[in-house]
């Protein structure tokens, strides 16, 4: 399927050496195509330059910005301008694959400079905004440059169908699903245990919602036990627990792909009771591919990722009470519970890279049709021109 | 001297934004004939793996026919009836593989295999073929393009009818 070998560039716009899920998208995706034989580059922010891969190009450091309800640390103005344009002009590229060209950060600068075979990957779902609408007759100009747009969930393409009318084909994250197939259950996990991982201290990621569903679960789970992996101070969290409940939670800080697996393997519920702001729930996918049973939230996302609660069971989200209730049963019917894994485990196998990455390929090739090369737009170029500013070769 | 200025800058400005919405055009222009060419030669294949499906095991006298017509049709149609022909291809697609899938061969069940990853990818050059028409013709509609000729004498972009019935 990978059939010939590719100059591809990738524009990530979030700091590279800051933890975020279009980071990952963007690494795994860029290790995937170069284990296939392509010829990968990605410019990205990069705040310590001496700890990027070579396939990273920095494009400067990142600026923190408040965005879609977290800090976001992306990056624009002339400089950078000017070294996404250097960087186009001397890869070189068959095809340039943007990530959420439309927020202000060099992946629209590099929409904006490049022309040529373009694809466009939309990660973000957020709420009807009135700031978009006012900055979409910008926008447009530029997001339409591009021959193909992705979508990575439902949410994300409703998204972009209402803000800027335009539509998109739905191509779900990636996950290695095999690294978490053969988790290994380990016994100080499994029990009457749930389990949560990521960074809980964002309030969006709702940890709090299990925190106040947890005295009615005790009440009738007794020997219940949280397991809470991911990074982050819990100081603040533990004090906000019930004195009473506090010994049984645990925080286990980051842990390693290999934990995460046999973590996976061993927990009875995998909790995921994000209040919103999440676009696709690539966890719940790896942990749908580890084998755990999940209680998720039924924002957009993850209803769509769990087919309306066919591979997983939803509560309403933000009520704790219907999360107790949902838990609750679940740990008292063993059988549903075991078949809701398995079930789980098959579904998520889709998201696997093997799949994933064939079908954003097969996406590039019909980007490819017309057979030119990505290069500077000619109005760029005689601005460069008129600015004296032409890039030759290296500076 | 200062409105004289002003009506300069403004006109200058003036020319900068048409010249940038006949590049918008061109490039969406650009966009169609790529996605078309695109669509185009992946309906060429379903054609070609149609006739092919006509002449194996699987496809009965009959059918065989019917498959056989509907390809030419398909592969001869002028382009304002070719999504109306290809439609007529996969509704005749579709009654063959509705029974026929259980009697397949390695040789035809690999043809089956070739068909339905074709189909998968129809349908996504469909999708993006129809994103680019609709976005020049909206583009087009807009009244600077309109008053100003900036189309020049491309024809307008045809429309493609079918969408999710592809099989």
Redo the contacts between chains.
């Keep these: 399927m990978l059939s010939r070998s590719l100059k591809i560039g990738i524009v990530c716009p979030y700091g590279w050496d800051t933890p975020g899920g279009v980071q990952n998208h963007v690494r795994d995706l860029a290790e995937y195509l170069i284990a296939a034989g392509h010829n990968v580059s990605v410019l990205a922010p990069v705040i310590d330059e001496s700890k990027i891969p070579t396939y990273v190009t920095s494009a400067g450091k990142p600026i923190a910005i408040p965005y879609n309800g977290a800090v976001a640390r992306v990056l624009f103005g002339p400089i950078a301008f000017a070294r996404v344009r250097q960087w186009i002009a001397q890869g070189d590229f068959d095809i340039l694959h943007l990530h959420e060209p439309a927020i202000p950060s060099i992946s629209l600068l590099a929409c904006w400079a490049a022309?040529g075979p373009m694809v466009g990957t939309f990660h973000a779902a957020a709420k009807r905004q009135k700031a978009i609408f006012a900055i979409g007759p910008i926008l447009e100009?530029v997001i339409?440059?591009l021959?193909?747009?992705i979508a990575v969930s439902e949410a994300a393409r409703e998204t972009l169908t209402e803000h800027l009318?335009?539509?998109a084909?739905v191509i779900p994250n990636g996950i290695y699903a095999d690294r978490y197939r053969d988790g290994v259950a380990q016994e100080k996990w499994q029990g009457n245990t749930l389990g949560f991982i990521g960074r809980f201290e964002e309030p969006r990621k709702g940890l709090s919602v299990l925190v106040d569903a947890l005295p009615i679960i005790s009440r009738f789970a007794p020997d219940v036990r949280i397991f809470i992996a991911g990074p982050g101070e819990a100081d603040e969290v533990i004090k906000s627990i019930d004195p009473q409940l506090r010994s049984r939670f645990t925080f286990l800080g980051r842990i390693s792909e290999q934990d995460k697996a046999d973590f996976l393997a061993s927990i009875s519920l995998y909790i995921a009771p994000n209040t919103g702001g999440e676009s696709f729930g690539i966890i719940l996918a790896e942990a749908l591919a580890g084998g755990a049973t999940v209680v998720a939230s039924d924002i957009p996302a993850f209803d769509s990722l769990l087919d309306h609660g066919r591979y997983g069971e939803l509560f309403q989200s933000e009520s704790s009470t219907d999360l107790a209730k949902r838990v609750i049963d679940l740990l008292r019917d063993e059988k549903r519970r075991v078949e809701l894994g398995k079930a789980g485990k098959t579904h998520a196998q889709q998201f696997d890279w093997k799949v994933v990455a064939d079908q954003i390929f097969?996406?590039y090739e019909?980007?490819l049709?017309?057979g030119e090369k990505v290069r500077l737009?000619?109005?760029s170029r005689s601005w460069s021109k008129f600015l004296g500013r032409e890039s030759k070769g290296d500076d | 001297m200062k409105t004289f200025i002003f009506l300069a800058v403004l006109l200058l400005v003036f020319i900068w934004y048409l010249t940038?919405s006949a590049?918008?055009l061109d490039?969406?222009h650009?966009?169609v004939?790529?996605?078309w060419?695109?669509l185009d030669?992946l309906l060429q294949r379903r054609a070609a793996i149609a006739l092919e499906i006509a002449r194996s095991e699987i496809a009965d006298p009959a059918s065989a026919m019917l498959l056989t017509a509907a390809a030419y049709q398909a592969r001869e149609a002028v382009i304002e009836k070719r999504s109306v022909a290809e439609s007529g291809l996969s509704g005749a697609l579709g009654l063959l593989l509705a029974d026929g899938q259980s009697s397949a061969r390695p040789a035809e069940a690999s043809l089956l295999r070739e068909l339905s990853e074709l189909t998968d990818?129809i349908r996504?050059?469909i999708?993006?073929h129809?994103?680019?028409v609709t976005?020049t013709q909206?583009?087009r509609n807009k009244f600077i393009f309109r008053t100003f000729r900036l189309a020049g004498t491309a024809p307008l972009p045809v429309t493609y009818e079918f969408e999710s019935d592809v099989l």
Excluded: C, Q, Y
């Design positions: 022309d100009p339409e440059k021959s193909a747009r009318e335009t539509d084909v097969s996406i019909m980007s049709v017309g737009t000619s109005e | 940038f590049t918008r490039r969406l650009h966009r004939e790529t996605s060419a695109n030669s990818k996504i050059a999708a993006l129809v994103d680019a976005r909206l583009v």
